[in-house]
């Protein structure tokens, strides 16, 4: 178990507060350092080089619900038991114990109720443990009404008293639930009837934390657009109009000179350019002028001001070639430097590109950064390889090696980042669309060996290049993609049916995903 000490500056007395966190598994041989600065400190690197916060809190509204004609008493002992199981997995709720004696879901009066509470506390995600039959319609305009990703459960039924008597009956309750969420038309997750303590449950309900989790941020999307896309890129426009009315995707464009601007501002301002240069010369071998490395940093602070500036997450600029006639750099290493700190910045304004890598980060949430890459070559040697490249935007915690601040392929400007990423199993994704329909394109694939390259760079191996490919071409994709090091595909595929996407495997798993997710 990896158990993480770190630093946090509290907000109130402005002294340092030692966390303790315990999550995912991992080599005992790794070995988790702090460095003690100034700044608030996590795994050896300042603040101002990471998001701050690991993970994104998701707030789970708690309706246990029962019926009538069954064991009121066993009802409540599950709800109990399965409040206190939540605890231990560190899972925050909203309890529903003070509406009525027995905190269960039973009735139209005490819905409006919970509703009022879980409205008021702004809940991510409605969880519907049925303690035994349930209630299925309020159960269904509950969830109806508040809006958010639903889990619905129920603990597995004992065994049969001698005479013959049930308890509960939670699985026939599960049945009668599900299809009135269907008439309500409310999508939900489901969680097969299990014990608290099978691992399942605990899986199960991680999974469908991380699924609140990119259903609220894709819910809450807002790109800075740092000028318009390049005009030989036709292939990375996109319908702002359409973006904002179907899921509340907002742009806050910015033209170049505003960034150029705030460049030269940071500059002269000078304690946070100063501090990421540190950074640079510590982290990266520099293969530019200090001149150039100044105005890399200088760029890297601009747009985390204007990020800051326009209350956005996440960003997309116009790489070339205006910015190089005002600053004489590429933008890679600056967007690296960003995307390290979880502020996706991806290249050639593709503003679809930028909602991928929000909603991959969003479904990892262990701090796990993703990567913005090309599809350029097939691997020369393996049948179904492919190189994943780009001029070297990747964040530093993605290579393999010690990155290098240099010049990029198919440009004479200095800035770009060249780097192998570090192998391992990946994620790739891509949402996009065109004519008015939208999906999300995801699937699996693992790092290989390969030629050296340039850039930020990584060869990987697909089940089926030629369906991959072909899925590709025939879109509503383009030559770009996000990976990242983890196996999100199943919380991204369940996501899609809570924001209106079409998921889109290019590997036939659709069943196994499914399996997986229902607790197989």
């Known amino acids: 178990m990896l158990v993480t000490l770190f630093l946090r500056k509290s907000r109130v007395t402005s002294k340092f507060v030692l966390i303790f966190r315990s999550h995912v598994l991992f080599s005992p041989l790794l070995l ?8 608030d400190v996590q795994f050896g690197m300042p603040t101002n080089f990471l998001k701050e916060g690991l993970m994104d809190s998701v707030k789970l509204g708690f309706a246990p619900t029962r019926r009538s004609i069954f064991s009121a008493p066993d009802a409540v002992k599950y709800r109990n038991l399965t409040a206190d199981r939540l605890r231990e997995l ?82 026939c309750g599960l049945f009668a639930t599900g299809k009135v969420l269907r008439r309500f038309q409310v999508p939900f997750t489901y969680l097969t009837n299990c014990r608290l303590s099978d691992p399942v449950f605990e899986r199960g309900v991680k999974n469908f934390l991380a699924v609140c989790r990119v259903v609220k941020t894709f819910r809450n999307i807002r790109i800075l657009q740092i000028g318009p896309r390049p005009f030989d890129f036709w292939s990375t426009m996109c319908n702002e109009g359409e973006l904002l009315e179907r899921f509340n995707v907002q742009l806050a464009p910015v033209p170049l000179p505003e960034l150029t601007a705030e460049v030269k501002k940071a500059i002269a301002d000078g304690a946070e350019v100063r501090e990421t240069i540190a950074y640079c010369r510590e982290h990266m071998e520099i293969n530019v002028t200090d001149e150039q490395l100044t105005n890399v940093a200088g760029l890297a602070v601009a747009m985390e001001r204007l990020v800051k500036k326009y209350h956005c997450n996440a960003g997309a600029i116009q790489c070339w070639n205006a910015l190089q006639d005002e600053l004489g750099i590429m933008p890679c290493a600056a967007n690296a430097l960003l995307n390290d700190k979880g502020i996706p910045v991806v290249c050639e304004t593709d503003i679809h590109g930028a909602i991928t890598a929000l909603m991959v980060e969003a479904a990892a949430n262990d701090g796990t950064r993703s990567f913005f890459a090309d599809w350029t070559i097939r691997h020369p040697d393996i049948e179904n390889g492919e190189l994943l490249q780009h001029c070297g935007p990747w964040p530093l915690s993605v290579a393999g090696c010690k990155p290098c601040i240099t010049y990029p392929l198919a440009f004479d400007y200095p800035g770009a980042i060249t780097a192998e990423a570090k192998h391992g199993d990946l994620t790739l994704a891509r949402f996009d669309g065109d004519n008015g329909e939208y999906s999300l394109l995801l699937g699996n694939a693992r790092g290989v060996d390969g030629p050296k390259g340039m850039g930020t760079y990584l060869w990987v191996e697909v089940e089926n290049i030629k369906r991959l490919e072909a899925k590709v071409v025939e879109g509503p994709y383009i030559h770009h993609c996000v990976g990242i090091h983890k196996d999100v595909v199943p919380v991204l595929y369940e996501a899609c049916k809570y924001i209106g996407v079409k998921p889109d495997l290019y590997d036939p798993i659709e069943e196994d995903v499914k399996a997986y997710l229902r607790g197989e």
């Not at 988790?32 to 700044?39: A, C």
């Open 90 to 171: 560190g899972v925050e709720f909203v309890d529903i114990d003070d509406i009525n004696e027995e905190g269960l879901l039973y009735s139209e009066d005490d819905r409006l109720k919970i509703l009022e509470k879980f409205k008021a506390n702004r809940v991510d995600g409605l969880m519907l443990p049925h303690c035994n039959f349930g209630t299925e319609y309020v159960c269904a305009r509950l969830a109806k009404d508040l809006g958010v990703p639903v889990l619905l459960w129920g603990p597995l039924d004992e065994r049969p008293e001698p005479d013959g008597t049930r308890l509960r009956d939670t699985q």
């Open 32 to 39: 988790v350092y702090t460095i003690f600065r100034k700044d």
